[in-house]
């Protein structure tokens, strides 16, 4: 069982970053890979990020690639998604989540446990 808070949204400017933080309860949050999606107004919740519980294994949607970064720190129950150069595409509420073991899935229903989600908004 695992609780899942996300942090770190708000308004930036495009070609601005931001960093996204999402604390983990638990005592087993190292033997999860964690996951960050997206969903904008009227569209799916898409994948963004995934990390194996190691951290040995990152994935990245082809959107995102070269602009984002997901990294976690076991010791701290975190996981962060650092954005750069975003653009007003990548406004959406984010989501943290985590699969119970496994490798990194890019389908929202491989995941187990949801955080409440973070609003991000790029203006133009």
């Known amino acids: 069982q695992v609780q899942l808070v996300e942090s770190g949204g708000g308004l930036v400017q495009a070609g601005g970053s931001l960093r996204l933080s999402c604390a983990a309860s638990?005592?087993?949050?190292?033997?999860?890979?964690m996951g960050w999606f997206r969903q904008a107004p009227g569209k799916e919740r898409e994948f963004v990020a995934g990390?194996?519980?190691?951290?040995?294994?990152?994935y990245y949607a082809d959107s995102v690639k070269g602009r984002f970064t997901i990294s976690r720190d076991n010791a701290k129950n975190t996981v962060y998604l650092q954005m750069n150069s975003l653009k007003p595409e990548d406004t959406a509420v984010y989501f943290c989540s985590a699969r119970a073991g496994g490798v990194i899935s890019t389908s929202v229903t491989s995941y187990d446990y949801w955080g409440q989600g973070t609003q991000v908004t790029v203006s133009s």
């Open positions: 638990g005592r087993t949050f190292s033997g999860y890979t």
């Open positions: 990390i194996s519980g190691s951290s040995s294994r990152t």
